[in-house]
């Protein structure tokens, strides 16, 4: 075989080995040079007088997808659509090699990376919990094109391929044996000489079904009916006109179920062709970016080597963070010194973790769940603690408590340990200004639920060193999350543009408009739940003190509604308290309650459009985030819409907040911004940064 970039191959006993490895990437990617030199192999091998091919990869992964970067610069359908089909027929080509093939699978397999081993005979990967496998293009506002609608159905059945094609779900090794995915799961050293073995035996894998499969997809009126249902349970978690991709991948499956090979192909190309220059993809693409640009940024790689030595990690406080947080670290391998002065508090959080341990458990290998929970040592006594690399507190509130917590646990942990807060609001300065050594230290700051919840604050005080702020970013990402690097500021930055966006939905009711209609609104937009539904989820006693911290920090701009205070008073804290804006029976919201019209006093009887709900909303948060980018507390606009949406849930579709601005643009937004500033003040004030971005 003539020299080749990314492919070599090797020859043993009549055994073939295809393998891939893109230079100058941490991960395979299949590009369009990818895919046409792989094609230039196959059509080199397919006269040879193998027993087996077996395709592997060169790296720690075997394949992430197709390159997004192509796929974001098209533009036109009928372009999109041609490329598309070459990728198909290069896995047609594969599809039909004289002899079995056999896709060795470590590490990452998605996307197109899938694709290509659905093209292959059969399909054996490895029980390292860094092997995942799915076709998860639906997050990027597109659905699989390269075979993968028409293949996945054919060996893992219709219904579990609907499932996991909508929902872009992503499997481990022992749910894709259990799936019919793969024929074998083995350990990563035996995993070539067990694909070799293999290959040559290898058979087509049929889906397992009985009479019930059968009666949902085996026949056209099941399949009719099981179509419908599924459309119907689609509508009801997504809003079509937010995300067509899956939508469309649906249509495309109801088309495709009872057609031939060669005509389903052409019907996924064209669907797919048409998604890819939809502005909503290159929204979602640009959210993708943003994702990998937290988890590679220059401060995740200065601090890997010291993250990775991280072993034994103190967390002080068994609330739902401290309980969320421990879980955490104790999932990915590290020991953890779980502590609470309350035993009763010891007690519910490691309940807590323990069903944190069942989840994990579900997808991992077998004792992962039991693992988990023996690394946890849960104690009472703060001044057992013992010593550790780091400690991290998600006790009260209270600078007096913070400040005393890292006085009395610093000469326990030992020298050169990290003290790090999972403050929400507080100085992380002032936290840690007594300390011996305050360049040791920073915020951590983590979001509720803390297991689904993507972000964490790394939060830079005045004395926190480069060392430290890289170590913290490094150990976030080691952990599954993503680190946004952020200067210290009174509410950092979520919950800084949040609170305007929350206390604005305040005045709003007190003004006349309905806890409802603002929901609504908030929905339709994107939202993933309404403000005041939001705000019995986070609890109005945290709300009343963030509020209170920005007052004090931002003055006039950041006033609190009045209400707030009320019903903070009133002991309405939301669905901890069974009462707030809603109804709450058994922790869920039952409709709104009617009440806090009566206790918000002085409330008005102005009524409010659609629009004037939705502008005072997000644009308060829009005037907010461009003062932060003025400021320089975040990196840049990117960054500051990954933050949003991982840590708010602002819709991916609409690419962030700052891409929402452009997208509607600019010019109309600061003259809203004007008109708003004029009616209620200078909370809406455009500042210079956003001025500079309308060409002022």
């Known amino acids: 075989m003539s020299d080749k970039t990314y492919w070599s191959y090797a020859e043993q006993d009549q055994v073939g080995s295809l393998t891939l490895d893109v230079p100058d990437r941490p991960v395979n990617v299949l590009s369009g040079a990818v895919l046409e030199e792989l094609s230039d192999c196959l059509t ?59 896709a060795a699978i470590n590490g990452v397999c998605l996307g197109g990376g899938l694709e290509l081993a659905l093209a292959c005979t059969q399909r054996i990967c490895t029980d390292d919990p860094s092997t995942r496998l799915g076709l998860p293009e639906v997050k990027l506002g597109i659905h699989p094109g390269f075979g993968g609608c028409v293949r996945l159905p054919q060996v893992i059945g219709l219904e579990k391929a609907v499932a996991w094609i909508l929902a872009g779900k992503t499997v481990v090794g022992k749910q894709a044996k259990r799936a019919g995915l793969v024929s074998q799961v083995v350990p990563p050293a035996v995993l070539d000489q067990a694909a070799r073995k293999a290959v040559v035996k290898a058979r087509k894998a049929t889906p397992k079904g009985g009479l019930v499969s059968w009666l949902l997809t085996g026949n056209p009126l099941g399949r009719s009916f099981f179509f419908s249902q599924a459309e119907k349970q689609l509508t009801a978690k997504v809003k079509k006109a937010h995300y067509p991709a899956p939508f469309a991948a649906l249509q495309v499956l109801r088309e495709i179920s009872s057609m031939g090979s060669a005509q389903a192909h052409q019907v996924e190309a ?325 009440a806090v019209y009566t206790l918000v006093t002085g409330r008005g009887s102005a009524t409010f459009s659609d629009d004037d709900i939705r502008d005072r909303c997000v644009l308060a948060m829009v005037a907010e985030a461009a003062r932060i980018l003025e400021e320089g507390i975040v990196e840049s606009a990117e960054m500051l819409d990954a933050g949003m949406i991982f840590g708010t849930g602002f819709p991916p579709f609409r690419g962030g907040l700052m891409r929402y601005v452009e997208e509607r643009g600019v010019g109309q937004v600061l003259a809203v911004m004007d008109s708003l500033t004029e009616q209620h003040g200078e909370r809406f004030a455009p500042n210079g940064w956003l001025r500079k971005l309308g060409g002022d």
């Open 270 to 594: 064209k669907s797919c062709g048409a998604l890819i220059p939809l502005q909503v993809t290159k929204n979602l693409i640009r959210v993708f970016f943003a994702s990998e640009a937290l988890k590679h940024q220059e401060a995740v790689k200065l601090g890997k080597a010291d993250a990775a030595k991280v072993e034994r990690v103190v967390v002080v406080g068994a609330g739902v963070m401290g309980a969320g947080i421990a879980g955490e670290f104790a999932k990915k391998g590290l020991l953890v010194r779980f502590a609470d002065l309350s035993a009763d508090a010891v007690g519910a959080g490691m309940a807590t973790i323990a069903k944190q341990a069942k989840r994990a458990g579900r997808s991992g290998s077998k004792g992962t769940a039991e693992r988990m929970m023996g690394r946890l040592l849960p104690t009472t006594d703060l001044d057992q603690l013992g010593q550790g690399d780091l400690l991290i507190e998600a006790v009260s509130e209270r600078m007096d408590i913070k400040k005393s917590l890292f006085e009395k646990a610093l000469p326990q942990l030992g020298e050169g340990a990290l003290m790090l807060s999972n403050t929400s609001s507080l100085s992380v300065t002032e936290m840690f200004d007594d300390l011996p050594d305050p360049s040791r230290a920073a915020g951590m700051h983590f979001f509720n639920p803390v297991p689904l919840m993507p972000l964490v604050e790394v939060v830079v005080g005045e004395k926190s060193s480069p060392e430290t702020v890289a170590l913290v970013s490094a150990l976030s990402v080691r952990i599954g999350k993503m680190p946004l690097v952020v200067q210290e500021c009174p509410g950092f930055l979520v919950n800084r543009i949040l609170m305007p966006y929350l206390n604005e939905a305040m005045l709003l009711l007190t003004e006349g408009a309905t806890v409802a209609s603002v929901d609504r609104v908030l929905k339709d937009f994107g939202m993933p739940m309404g403000a005041f539904r939001l705000i019995d989820e986070i609890g109005m006693d945290i709300c009343h003190h963030v509020a209170e911290v920005l007052k004090n920090g931002y003055g006039e701009r950041m006033e609190p509604a009045a209400g707030m205070a009320t019903l903070f008073e009133a002991g309405r804290f939301g669905r901890k308290s069974g009462q707030g804006f809603y109804r709450y029976v058994d922790g869920k919201a039952e409709g709104e309650d009617a």
């Open 44 to 102: 080199e091998i397919s006269s040879s007088a193998l027993k087996g091919l077996v395709i592997r990869s060169g790296k720690s992964g075997f394949i992430a997808g197709a390159e997004i970067q192509e796929i974001a610069e098209l533009s036109d359908p009928t372009r999109a659509t041609e490329l598309v089909q070459k990728g198909q027929d290069v896995f047609i080509q594969l599809e039909q090699l004289p002899f079995p093939t056999m």
